[in-house]
């Protein structure tokens, strides 16, 4: 059974400072992983999706990376700004046409 | 192109009560996905549909809750009888059928069980 897991659970870093999300999953045969931003109270919005066959995906300042093999993906933000305070939820398809699955999400705070 | 739609936005109701929720995919769309989201957790999928066939309910408490995609298009779902855990965010997802898969998230309904 595919599980999904976000390290940390929460993070507060100063405004300016890059950061590293990391998310780590345990049956390596993806078919995609997605990075999600969730802000409250609000739905999903996809930020980067990364084929199994692909290794980063880059939008702006958001670069995310994919290690099939070690079952790990992390997701990079560069010069932080208070606007990125979000809760960034790391999902992972098996097969086409297949549900999420969802880790638990990183609520991330950045300090102005 | 329009997004994924969701109503109501919120639902206060007290439990043993009944709700319903309605998804408006976006157009073209033939995968249709409910997922639960409780605070602190990651959503979690109730039900999924291609054209208006169930793929997988897994996960849905059938003694309570039913879905349905009529038409293949819109979807509802129904809580009868609510109880206190309940309490979630229902996200409704669309995806199409094309090689880069990718699915896309309505707003979501902020369901309160008291």
């Known amino acids: 059974k595919q599980e999904v897991t976000q390290i940390p659970a929460a993070l507060s870093v100063p405004e300016g400072e890059n950061l590293v999300l990391n998310c780590s999953f345990t049956d390596s045969a993806i078919y995609n992983l997605q990075w999600f931003r969730q802000d409250p109270g609000k739905g999903l919005t996809s930020l980067l999706l990364i084929q199994s066959s692909q290794r980063e995906q880059t939008s702006g300042r958001l670069n995310a990376s994919l290690d099939k093999s070690s079952g790990r993906s992390t997701l990079y933000i560069a010069a932080s700004q208070p606007g990125d305070s979000a809760t960034y939820l790391c999902?992972?398809?098996?097969?086409?046409?297949?549900?999420?699955?969802f880790g638990k999400g990183t609520r991330l705070h950045i300090l102005p | 192109e329009a997004g994924v739609a969701q109503s109501p936005r919120y639902k206060i109701i007290e439990k043993r009560q009944s709700v319903a929720f309605w998804c408006n995919p976006i157009?073209?769309?033939?995968?249709l996905y409910w997922y639960q989201q409780i605070l602190g957790q990651g959503p979690k999928l109730l039900i999924q549909?291609?054209?208006?066939?169930?793929?997988?309910d897994s996960q849905l408490p059938k003694d309570r809750f039913s879905a349905e995609r009529l038409k293949g298009v819109d979807s509802t779902l129904k809580i009868q009888p609510a109880k206190l855990e309940d309490s979630a965010v229902y996200l409704c997802a669309s995806s199409p059928l094309r090689e880069v898969y990718e699915q896309y998230f309505g707003p979501g309904t902020r369901l309160t069980v008291t």
């Open positions: 157009s073209g769309h033939a995968t």
């Open positions: 999902a992972v398809c098996m097969n086409r046409d297949d549900k999420i699955i």
């Open positions: 549909f291609q054209n208006n066939g169930v793929v997988d």
